[in-house]
């Protein structure tokens, strides 16, 4: 038997769905209301392309996209070189299972190590999600066989039975309680009551139990975009150490230079002192730039050599097209600066809202957030307003919470491209506030927040 190596044109033997995605956005819509369950409501377009930091929907209009797919897509849509390498992946070796070890799985899992500056003795776990990376990280701290978890008010880890757990949102846990137990959540930035969740007895001197992690995000991106406080961070370090609990940092929105750095921990005065590390950091979004691949990064040695062999495990965690496309994605952030090209995203949106602001904009009351992760302050419940009247202009950004609007966009945009939107944001805001005062009702205030 022979093989052709002839390369060969199957592209008019797709799935018509692939090879003629014929037909408008409000046709394509209907078709998903009757075929795919509501657990995201309804989507807002019908997208069938995207370029840099460009998508177009299905009735052939441009959007500039300044979510990324909720902070993901990180060399915007259709990077030549994510394309090359995926593609390439796949036409050598799909998939092989966790029987087997891959170069890619493998290159991956070191790059990896080596940007979190890892203790010898350090270990990645590849899942599929931000939700699976928690998981793992769950069950690190678990083999600890201590019994707390502690995790801080407005934290979304994911919606996973353990990382719903250690989510805040009462509206997103409450209709699958009971969860899993031994999670108590403590405000987020106050240092004592993280001091006192971890002490061992209570104010009436009973016995709580051992934490045995404490589990934190750098900034809470469903929580409203909220950086922790300046120490904040290298507080819960020196505590955890203090009682003996491992620290795990939740960087699935903030990993892979979204912030200006590697990760936001190793950002000065948000993240940790120099010379101390998490003791795991979980990722996923930006890791794939758009290719499904989450991690648990387990930097210390400790953390590294409390999962065995069977003791947890997904068919395709690490599978090598995944693995592939992470180490695309960190090829390119590294080679052409994209770290620092969020600090500059981050700048220049600050000065346009900071002039907005001292004109007088209607609704806009600051910007908060760090580099390339952001949202627009309102001094109203009027996200909704502003994020459809923005969506109506020609700009995709997010409804995180009431009265914020989250900016996360490639860190391909354009300085066009972000002048483009802060040059119309304006009247973006005007409509929104007209909209507003039209209802004479207050915006909804849930639901809000993104389809994670």
């Known amino acids: 038997m022979t093989t052709s190596t002839q390369p060969t044109d199957l592209s008019k033997d797709l799935p018509p769905a692939l090879a003629h ?24 377009r019908t997208l069938v392309r995207g370029e840099g930091a460009q998508v177009w929907d299905a009735d052939g209009r441009r959007y500039v996209d300044l979510l990324a797919g909720i902070a993901t897509s990180v060399l915007g849509h259709a990077h030549p ?81 353990g990382a719903l757990a250690m989510t805040w949102n009462p509206s997103y846990r409450e209709p699958f309680a009971p969860l899993p137990g031994g999670v108590e959540h403590v405000p987020f930035g106050d240092v004592d009551a993280l001091a006192a969740a ?66 936001a921990h190793q950002l000065p005065g948000l993240g940790l002192e120099p010379g101390t590390l998490p003791d795991v950091v979980t990722l996923a979004k930006a890791l794939g730039g758009g290719v499904p691949v989450g991690a648990a990064v387990a930097v ?91 969506l109506e202009a020609g700009f995709i950004v997010n409804a995180v919470a009431p009265d914020a609007v989250r900016v996360a966009p490639p860190l391909v945009l354009t300085d066009a491209q972000l002048a483009e939107f802060t040059t119309a944001l304006p009247g973006i805001l005007q409509r929104a506030a007209a909209a507003r005062a039209a209802t004479q009702e207050p915006t909804p205030s849930a639901p809000t927040g993104s389809p994670e």
């Open 300 to 390: 210390t040695d400790r953390a590294g050599s409390l999962l065995g062999a069977g003791q947890h495990g997904t068919t395709y965690g690490g599978n090598p097209l995944a693995t592939a496309a992470g180490l695309a994605v960190l090829h390119v952030v590294e080679r052409d600066g994209l770290a620092a090209r969020a600090r500059s995203i981050g700048a220049q949106l600050q000065s346009a809202v900071d002039a907005l602001v001292a004109d007088g904009a209607p609704l806009l009351a600051g910007l908060r957030g760090v580099g390339a992760l952001q949202a627009l302050v309102l001094d109203a419940p009027a996200s909704k307003d502003v994020a459809a009247a923005a």
């Open 81 to 161: 070189l994510l394309t090359a390498a995926v593609t390439s992946q796949m036409a050598t070796l799909g998939h092989v299972s966790n029987f087997f070890a891959t170069p890619a799985q493998v290159a991956l899992a070191e790059q990896l190590l080596a940007i979190t500056r890892a203790e010898p003795g350090g270990r990645v776990f590849f899942a599929n999600s931000g939700a699976e990376a928690n998981e793992a990280a769950f069950k690190i701290a678990r083999r600890t066989g201590r019994p707390r978890i502690v995790a801080a008010r407005g934290a979304f880890h994911g919606r996973t039975m």
């Open 198 to 263: 971890l002490d061992e007895v209570d104010d009436d001197g009973g016995q709580r139990g051992q934490v045995a992690a404490v589990v934190l995000e750098p900034v809470q991106g469903e929580g409203g975009v909220l950086p922790a406080p300046d120490g904040y961070l290298a507080a819960a370090r020196r505590l955890a150490t203090e009682a003996g609990a491992l620290l795990v940092l939740d960087e699935v929105q903030t990993g892979i230079a979204r912030t200006g750095a590697w990760f």
């Open 21 to 44: 995605p014929d037909g408008g956005s409000a046709a394509w819509l209907e078709r998903h209301g009757r075929a795919v369950m509501g657990t995201y409501g309804t989507p807002l």
